[in-house]
């Protein structure tokens, strides 16, 4: 059974810095992992989508690993502000309609 | 602009009663879904549709039900065998093709609590 897992639950650090946030899995045999950002009270918006080929993907400041084997995908965020605030989330998708969602990392950048 | 819209944003339920989230999707997608959301929580798939006229269970289908009649349409009912209804409710669709990458896309989503 596939399981998902963010740490921390909750980061929090001064505006500028660069940070990375990190998802586990269980089970390597994956179709994509994606990670989402989710603002208070509000739906999830999808960063960035990784398909089980692909190593990485990178959008703007955002940059998202993957690595199979090891059952790990990292988040990278450049040069952090203010607005970036949010609980970020990580869903693998692991057959034609499973989709299993971390619990996600609640971060916090300080002005 | 196209999105998935989901009403009402506040839902309060008596004891006893039945309620129904609205889901309406303008993306021409597919298919949708529909998870629950507990406070520090990840979210947990209740049903999901691939198709119009068609859906299935998911990991904690008791006590909802659900309809496919139009494709831009998922209603969620949360019927009285739910015990546990208060939580933040989340419809989703994509694409849907059997084997398909494309993401998901969210709609604001609805809290519902217990009078």
């Known amino acids: 059974k596939q399981e998902v897992t963010q740490i921390p639950a909750a980061l929090s650090v001064p505006e500028g810095e660069n940070l990375v946030l990190n998802c586990s899995f269980t089970?390597?045999?994956?179709?994509?992992l994606q990670w989402f950002r989710q603002d208070p009270g509000k739906g999830l918006t999808s960063l960035l989508l990784?398909?089980?080929?692909?190593r990485e993907q990178t959008s703007g400041r955002l940059n998202a690993s993957l690595d199979k084997s090891s059952g790990r995908s990292t988040l990278y965020i450049a040069a952090s502000q203010p607005g970036d605030s949010a609980t970020y989330l990580c869903?693998?998708?692991?057959?034609?309609?499973?989709?299993?969602f971390g619990s996600g990392t609640r971060l916090s950048i300080r002005p | 602009d196209g999105g998935i819209t989901q009403s009402p944003k506040y839902l309060f339920r008596k004891e006893g009663q039945n309620v129904t989230l609205s889901c309406e999707q303008n993306?021409?997608?597919?298919?949708m879904y529909w998870y629950r959301q507990d406070p520090g929580q990840g979210l947990r798939l209740i049903y999901y549709?691939?198709?119009?006229?068609?859906?299935q269970k998911g990991d904690i289908a008791e006590g909802y039900s659900v309809s496919r009649e139009k494709k831009e349409s998922f209603p969620l009912t949360v019927t009285s065998a739910q015990k546990n209804p208060t939580a933040f409710y989340l419809c989703?669709?994509?694409?849907?093709?059997?084997?398909?990458?494309?993401?998901?896309?969210f709609g604001d989503g609805t809290r519902l609590s217990i009078l």
């Open positions: 089970d390597s045999a994956i179709y994509n």
């Open positions: 990784i398909q089980s080929s692909q």
């Open positions: 869903a693998v998708k692991s057959s034609a309609s499973k989709i299993i």
């Open positions: 549709s691939q198709i119009v006229n068609d859906f």
């Open positions: 993306l021409n997608h597919d298919a």
């Open positions: 989703a669709s994509s694409t849907g093709q059997r084997g398909s990458n494309q993401p998901q896309h």
